[in-house]
Antibody, heavy 128, light 110 residues
Framework: QVQLQESGPGLVKPSETLSLTCTVS????????WSWIRQPPGKGLEWIGY???????NYNPSLKSRVTISVDTSKNYFSLKLSSVTAADTAVYYC??????????????????????WGKGTTVTVSS | QSVLTQPPSVSAAPGQRVTISCSAS????????VSWYQQLPGTAPKLLIY???KRPSGIPDRFSGSKSGTSATLGITGLQTGDEADYYC???????????FGGGTKLTVL
């Protein structure tokens, strides 16, 4: 079965760039929408964004100016970069496999989106 | 602030049934399909329900989902102490082109 594993530095200095990688094993990264989600200490889940294996992306509008998600299909991993970090970016970062599709019914466009396989998460602390 | 509203906490006794609500603030979310995630203490979230009411393989039928209009509900029957967890609803915000999660509900099995 597909497994995801996050990796990267556990400590990042303020104003620097947070970089994480999610390695996909047990399946191909081709197809699906590969997502990043984070959870600040004691708080709820926050969606960061996704990348389709083709390279198309969608980001959380509140983070869009600082986020880049990329994919390497030849090596079966995808990555997150979050620039200009502050203490507010301290969180557990999860990668996940997502499924997304939409269809039209009459004049309304309906969307499906959910994440069916998650990594165990990695803690990133922003501190000098 | 989440655009999906969940009660912060619910509780019930073992063996009983509990429901957790998830209310969308706009039709941009309300037209779309809802998923539910269970997060046991200290672990990653796990998909419980997708497409409003479908269960992934391995999820017991004690867990069910429904949706009416802009509100969704997760139901859990035959509560067990192992069900104590945080539960999150999720969906797609078509106006923002972004995923969204509810604020989460902590379930306590008394």
């Amino acid at each position: 079965q597909v497994q995801l594993q996050e990796s990267g530095p556990g400590l990042v200095k303020p104003s620097e760039t947070l970089s994480l990688t999610c390695t996909v094993s047990g399946g191909s990264i081709s197809s699906y929408y590969w997502s990043w989600i984070r959870q600040p200490p004691g708080k709820g889940l926050e969606w960061i964004g996704y990348i389709h294996y083709s390279g198309s992306t969608n980001y959380n509008p509140s983070l869009k100016s600082r986020v880049t998600i990329s994919v390497d299909t030849s090596k079966n991993y995808f990555s997150l970069k979050l620039s200009s970090v502050t203490a507010a970016d301290t969180a557990v970062y999860y990668c996940a496999r997502g499924k997304y599709y939409d269809f039209w019914s009459g004049l309304i466009n309906y969307y499906y989106y959910y994440m069916d396989v998650w990594g165990k998460g990695t803690t990133v602390t922003v501190s000098s | 602030q989440s655009v999906l509203t969940q009660p912060p906490s619910v509780s019930a006794a073992p063996g009983q049934r509990v429901t957790i609500s998830c209310s969308a603030s706009s039709s941009n979310i309300g037209n779309n399909f809802v998923s539910w995630y269970q997060q046991l203490p200290g672990t990653a979230p796990k998909l419980l329900i997708y497409d409003n009411n479908k269960r992934p393989s391995g999820i017991p039928d004690r867990f069910s989902g429904s949706k009416s209009g802009t509100s969704a509900t997760l139901g859990i029957t035959g509560l067990q102490t192992g069900d104590e967890a945080d539960y999150y609803c999720g969906t797609w915000d078509s106006s923002l082109s972004a995923g969204e999660f509810g604020g989460g509900t902590k379930l306590t099995v008394l």
